[in-house]
T-cell receptor
Framework: DAKTTQPPSMDCAEGRAANLPCNHS???????VYWYRQIHSQGPQYIIH???NNETNEMASLIITEDRKSSTLILPHATLRDTAVYYC??????????????FGSGTQLTVLP | EAGVAQSPRYKIIEKRQSVAFWCNPI?????LYWYQQILGQGPKLLIQ????????DSQLPKDRFSAERLKGVDSTLKIQPAKLEDSAVYLC?????????????FGPGTRLTVL
């Protein structure tokens, strides 16, 4: 069962910020929020992750609400190459082995020229 | 740094035939994953290896699917016999335990069509 809820699709104008929401109301204290994206005909690609603080890297920013029940991935200046399916995943910190990811259906982001 | 390699990229077989997929993870990555992605859905984990041992194969249909990772490097996923519902993209991923992000690196996938 997916632990996250995302809109199935969104559009964004090229050059504008893309804000992708994710609800994870049942998240527990040791679960991180991960974002991956999958461009057509490619494997998924890691974007960013966080526990409770906002995070930023060269690709995106992640805003997590104070109660941790939802988050938003922000692509500050979307380009046509950002058109992809974006997956929000909550994942517990594993003990003694590598992390597992449970993918939902994601959000299809289409960046329009 | 070379990425995760998979072969073949495409495979078409008839139902009840057998098929095998190969994966070469990123050098030094102890953990290897196989996922199945049916059209329109997110990837579903089939099996997770750590070195050459199985960590989790709870979602692997063991009556027809098998996987091995000899010597803790390359891995092979086999389907025998294939069914129509096995048509999907099979993704391999690897990760390095201890890296801060626990990032999984995915290969390009093998697209299987069962006729």
């Amino acid at each position: 069962d997916a632990k996250t809820t995302q809109p199935p699709s969104m559009d964004c104008a090229e050059g504008r910020a893309a804000n992708l929401p994710c609800n994870h109301s049942t998240i527990s204290g040791n679960e991180y929020v991960y974002w991956y994206r999958q461009i057509h005909s490619q494997g998924p690609q890691y974007i960013i992750h966080g526990l409770k603080n906002n995070e930023t890297n060269e690709m995106a920013s992640l805003i997590i609400t104070e109660d941790r029940k939802s988050s938003t991935l922000i692509l500050p200046h979307a380009t046509l190459r950002d058109t992809a399916v974006y997956y929000c995943i909550v994942s517990p910190t594993p003990s003694g082995s590598a992390r597992q990811l449970t993918f939902g259906s994601g959000t299809q982001l289409t960046v329009l020229p | 740094e070379a990425g995760v390699a998979q072969s073949p990229r495409y495979k078409i077989i008839e139902k009840r035939q057998s098929v095998a997929f190969w994966c070469n993870p990123i050098s030094g990555h102890a953990t290897l994953y196989w996922y199945q992605q049916i059209l329109g859905q997110g990837p579903k984990l089939l099996i997770q290896f750590q070195n050459n041992g199985v960590v989790d194969d709870s979602q692997l249909p063991k009556d027809r699917f098998s996987a091995e990772r000899l010597k803790g490097v390359d891995s092979t996923l086999k389907i025998q016999p294939a069914k129509l519902e096995d048509s999907a993209v099979y993704l391999c991923a690897s990760s390095f335990i201890g890296q801060g992000s626990d990032e999984q690196f995915f290969g390009p996938g093998t697209r299987l069509t069962v006729l």
